[in-house]
């Protein structure tokens, strides 16, 4: 089991106003911060997903967010691509994972693969 997650980012600043904007409408927060280098997000009073400041060039991630319905993967997205965020796969069933894998991607400004992911199905 994972505690939490750190990704590197260029800009914390740009970041930080990016996921500020996506990650609420999963009920995820902007809890903390060490001093201008590091912003920690979770739910209270728990952060799980940290960026850091970083120079260097940075690796591929991808890190998948469980939203509570397909609304809120589709707000999420639509909250994403208004902050900046490049589309990297729109909202939509993902059926070659399971039939009801219901997700949206998007690059964030490091190009990061940021999904929210629903597996709920509806009836």
């Given at each position: 089991?994972?505690?939490?997650v750190?990704?590197g980012?260029?800009d914390?600043e ?10 609420h409408?999963l009920g995820?927060?902007?809890l903390?911060?060490?001093?201008e ?16 400041q970083?120079t260097g060039?940075q690796?591929?991630?991808h890190?998948a967010?469980?939203a509570?319905n397909?609304?809120?993967v589709?707000r999420f ?5 208004a902050a900046?965020g490049?589309d990297?796969g729109?909202?939509g069933?993902?059926p070659?994972y399971h ?7 998007i ?5 990061h693969?940021?999904e929210?992911?629903c597996?709920l199905?509806?009836i």
């Open positions: 089991m994972l505690d939490h750190t990704i980012v260029r914390i740009k970041s930080r106003i990016f996921y500020d904007a996506v990650l409408i995820i927060e902007h903390y911060a060490e001093g280098t590091f912003a920690g997000y979770g739910i209270r009073p728990k952060a799980f997903f940290w960026i850091g970083r060039p690796t591929g991630t890190i967010f469980v509570k397909r609304e809120a589709d997205h639509q909250a994403a691509l900046g490049i990297n729109p909202p069933l993902r070659h039939p009801d894998y219901y997700g949206a991607f690059l964030d400004p490091d190009g693969n940021i929210a992911v597996h199905s509806v």
